[in-house]
């Protein structure tokens, strides 16, 4: 019998959600408040910095017999709540209403690393168990991902035969990820004023070509590649664009930059798509005189991790005892730090928690009760399930 303390996961929740985990304040606080709570379970959490204020939480908790290894992943740090006047509710009260609780991080994903810790308690306390099982509680998910770099730098990811990342998806077991590729482009022309353009170089319509191309670029990877079943189109989206400054409504600049967030689907060959971008790029530079540099800031391949893959089967399994239906299998819209578990450590990674899959990241975030203790027991029961389905090592 494995009892997850459904108190204990809402408690621990809102603790976390009070906690204003940005990246401007970073994680030290709700990382210290999630050590505190592991060693109070007797467990030996390492808390390592990857940067100033921005630490990992990492912690082993070993069966009683050889067996495989599973890995929960999860963050710690969320995105700023923006605008407070589109809150209904104080975005870090964790405040429940209706049995929902409400919050930045509610959902995305201060219920799932709850809900894992609680999770790992119950498996514990339940008795003997093969193996072993390994928490992440990671930093800068919602930026760089430093710290699932680090982590695997680390080597906390050794040995680990699969991952399970409790990011809110909606009751999917998400089996595959997007990649992205973040780029800049610097264009530098010619200073000039705006009465004799014919003395410069003007980088604003280079930058409108390359914007033009860049769409030309998705479109063919839309044709090329159709839609994903889970995954849906590949995406090549510029998200910044500057060049000047208004007050200076007579000059022509001599610097601009576009932004580009690259989303794509598998079968898209990464190297391939910044081929074409560099082609791209030198055929505007030679029409228009302009330089034209671009920068890959960073780069993460999709993920696939295959249905009968253990740790799918496993948490298949634990949905379905659980919930007594048959989960639908799924795709996370953009990355998690599987992503970058799996590009640098070659594990197998699926992503399963509680929330709804597009509520992250809104005002008004929130997390059913029902869904988040649901999650917590499936957890439990897929830990289980996948430390007794593998041979011991």
């Known amino acids: 019998m494995i009892e997850v303390d459904h108190a204990a996961v809402i408690d621990l929740t809102r603790r976390l959600v009070r906690i204003p985990s940005t990246a401007d304040r970073g994680e030290a606080e709700a990382a210290a408040l999630v050590a505190e709570v592991m060693a109070g379970y007797g467990w030996e959490p390492t808390v390592e910095e990857v940067a100033p204020g921005r630490p990992n939480v990492v912690a082993r908790v070993d069966g009683d017999r050889p067996g495989p290894t599973l890995l929960f992943c999860g963050h710690l740090d969320v995105v700023t709540p923006g605008d407070p006047s589109e809150w209904t509710v104080d975005p870090f009260g964790a405040e429940i209403v209706d049995g929902r609780l409400y919050g930045r991080g509610a959902a995305d994903m201060k219920g799932g690393v709850a809900a894992m810790i609680e999770a790992v308690r119950a498996v514990e306390r339940a008795g003997p168990f093969p193996g072993s099982i390994r928490l992440a509680i990671l930093c800068d998910e919602e930026g760089m991902m430093a710290g699932a770099k680090a982590l695997v730098a680390a080597g906390h990811v050794d040995g ?18 997007k990649g992205a590729i973040r780029l800049r482009i610097d264009a530098t022309g010619k200073m000039a004023h705006g009465a004799m353009p014919h003395e410069g170089r003007n980088p604003i319509p280079a930058l409108a070509e390359v914007v033009a191309a860049l769409g030309r670029l998705e479109a063919e990877l839309q044709r090329l590649h159709g839609r994903h079943p889970h995954l849906g189109l590949p995406y090549v989206t510029p998200t910044v664009v500057e060049a000047g400054s208004l007050p200076q409504l007579n000059v ?10 690259v989303r794509t689907v598998p079968g898209v060959d990464h190297g391939e798509l910044l081929d074409r971008v560099h082609s791209d790029l ?6 228009s005189g302009v330089e034209l540099a671009v920068s890959v800031i960073d780069d993460r391949p999709p993920t696939v991790t295959p249905t009968d893959a253990p740790v799918v089967e496993a948490l298949v399994a634990a949905h379905q005892q659980v919930t007594g239906e048959r989960p639908p299998f799924g795709g996370v819209p953009g990355t998690t730090d599987g992503t970058i578990l799996h ?12 929330g709804g ?37």
């Open 160 to 177: 680990v035969d699969g991952v399970i990342v409790g990011e809110p998806e909606g009751g999917e077991v998400c089996v595959s990820q």
């Open 252 to 261: 022509i600049p001599s610097h601009g930059v576009v932004a580009v967030d």
């Open 282 to 287: 030198a055929s505007v530079a030679a029409s």
């Open 343 to 354: 590009r640098d450590a070659g594990v197998p990674v699926v992503v399963y928690g509680p």
């Open 357 to 393: 899959k597009w509520i992250a990241h809104q005002a008004d975030e929130f997390v059913e009760l029902d869904d988040l203790t649901r999650c917590a027991d499936v957890f439990a029961r897929a830990a289980l399930e996948f430390l007794t389905l593998l041979p011991p090592l």
